[in-house]
């Protein structure tokens, strides 16, 4: 952590080890008979999904998508960019959108959106933590419930720092 950070954990290792393997395994009665097609909401959603991944005992194919919403900020700015547009070959897939905080919902609708105009067959979506005020935003699998507060660690950032953390903290100001 920075000088000027200091954090308090709020997730440890133990705990989302424990909720992706349950995740995994709902993911994996659920979509039985279906090869899905992992797409994890880059940059914050691929160590949940590379995770994820390894808990689901099905064949499954992967095809990451850039969104953003956040900037350098701590608030979601409410507008979500797609740098690397919807990726070739999801016609016809069945998509499991992996990402980490579901806050505003934005993000998840936008791709949503997109990826039905591209022809998919399916989407369902997975999402590591829900703030609090989002509770009415629905998610197909979803890791934890949180407080409304900032969060980083294990692929959520600020500033693109403290993605390497491996439990999820939340970021006191002094």
Not at 86 to 91: D, F, L, R, S, T
Request: glycine share 10%.
């Amino acid at each position: 952590m920075t000088s000027n950070h200091h954090s308090v954990v709020l997730l440890g290792q133990e705990a989302i080890r424990k909720r992706i393997r349950e995740l995994g395994e709902r993911i994996t009665l659920e979509m039985q008979g279906l090869t899905p097609c992992i797409m994890p909401v880059m940059d914050g959603g691929m160590i949940f999904a590379a995770d994820l991944m390894r808990e689901i005992s099905l064949s499954v194919t992967m095809l990451p998508i850039k969104a953003s919403s956040y900037g350098s900020g701590t608030f979601s700015s409410g507008s979500v960019k797609l740098p690397w547009s919807i990726p070739e070959g999801v016609k016809g897939k069945d998509i499991l959108l992996v990402d980490d905080i579901l806050d505003t919902g934005r993000t998840l609708e936008v791709l949503r959106s997109e990826l039905l105009q591209s022809g998919v067959q399916s989407i369902r979506s997975c999402v590591l933590l829900r703030k609090e005020s989002s509770s009415h935003l629905n998610t197909d699998y979803l890791g934890f419930e949180i407080p409304d507060e900032f969060v980083v660690g294990y692929g959520l950032d600020l500033g693109g720092l403290h993605r390497n953390l491996p439990d999820i903290r939340i970021l006191v100001t002094p």
